[in-house]
């Protein structure tokens, strides 16, 4: 099956007043029809940058964007402007009228495109419902609250009937409760009408939520894509541990002279007491200094960072025995 969005050694390039800033460089990758795909990378990676140019808002210095095959580079300023309507973006900001009331924000772009007055709003209406805004369709954004407005952002969006829908860092304005129910709300939507989601964020935690596959950009570069269990268990770049197990050690004190390893468990190794035969079979705890449940795609995976015993030869036993039991076992440094 040929992908919705195919990217092609994309490079992006601007000048600052600090000199050429590579924005992108030799960016390739391809997304399915149905996905929720997350872009991830700390500040200044390129993420926006290449969200931008996946429906040309910023034009690439090279490189191929293929949407459903066809290139968006090669495309007639009309062929362009019917593409961008099937690609819906929402925006960390919203991005509402302030002058409008709800229901006659979400006709604003409907309007523009010459749909009548009528079949607009009966659209808005169907969508407020779907985003469970239906009661406020009178009320303006400045009566709402910062989750309800990103709920009409995402109605607006869903009135154009887009087969895409670009969100950039559309969570990151929100409080963590509001987050969860909006993330909640897009996988519905991807559910529901089969609308391909792309989500740009610097937070793991949105990305382990709500996406199957992830890439993680680095300084613009990709530096490794796959499915989120694929790089939460077995991240092989820096730029991924860093995102990774960054979010896990945050406000972890650990003793940096002693010897930590990460553990990561699935739902069926999570029945075997792991850490308690440890303990039993080499008569030597272990301090625990993060534990959590992680919940990737539905599927709950548990991870540990673990302090072992200054004996060399006690902590290699110590991992030697975590792998037989078929846990993923990774050695810290105090980079990460």
Do not use: W
Not at 102 to 107: G, H, S
Not at 147 to 172: H, W
């Amino acid at each position: 099956m040929e992908p919705i969005i195919k990217i092609e050694h994309l490079n992006k390039s601007f000048q600052t007043k600090e000199g050429r800033v590579d924005a992108a460089k030799d960016i390739s990758l391809s997304i399915d029809k149905g996905d929720i795909y997350g872009i991830i990378g700390l500040s200044g990676a390129g993420k926006s940058t290449l969200v931008r140019c996946l429906n040309l808002l910023e034009r690439p210095d090279s490189g191929r964007v293929l949407i459903e095959g066809r290139d968006l580079l090669t495309m007639t300023p009309g062929e362009l402007r019917k593409t961008r309507q099937s690609i819906g973006m929402i925006f960390q900001h919203f991005n509402l009228l302030m002058q409008r009331n709800v229901i006659d924000n979400i006709c604003f772009p409907l309007e523009i495109r010459g749909v009548s007055k009528r079949e607009a709003r009966e659209k808005a209406k169907e969508y407020l419902k779907t985003v469970g805004m239906e009661d406020k369709a009178r009320a303006y954004p400045a009566q709402l609250s910062g989750g309800q407005k990103q709920r009409v952002a995402i109605a607006r969006v869903l009135a154009n009937e887009p087969q895409i829908i670009l969100c950039d860092e559309a969570t990151s304005a929100l409080d963590p409760q509001t987050t969860r129910s909006i993330l909640e709300l897009l996988r519905q939507i991807n559910r529901d009408y089969g609308i391909t989601v792309v989500v740009i964020t610097h937070e793991m935690s949105v990305v382990q939520q709500i996406c199957s596959r992830v890439a993680v950009l680095d300084s613009g570069t990709l530096a490794e894509n796959g499915t989120v269990r694929e790089i939460f268990e077995s991240p092989k770049t820096e730029a991924a541990r860093r995102l990774i197990i960054g979010t896990s050690t945050q406000g972890v004190d650990r003793m940096h002279s002693k010897r930590t390893v990460r553990i990561v468990f699935d739902g069926q190794s999570s029945y075997e007491p792991v850490i308690g035969n440890v303990t039993l079979a080499f008569h030597t705890p272990v301090n625990i200094l993060y534990a959590a449940t992680k919940d990737l795609g539905g599927s709950a995976v548990g991870e540990m960072i673990l302090q072992l015993p200054e004996d060399p030869k006690l902590g290699d036993q110590m991992i030697a025995y975590l792998r037989e039991r078929k846990l993923i076992v990774e050695e810290l440094t105090d980079a990460d």
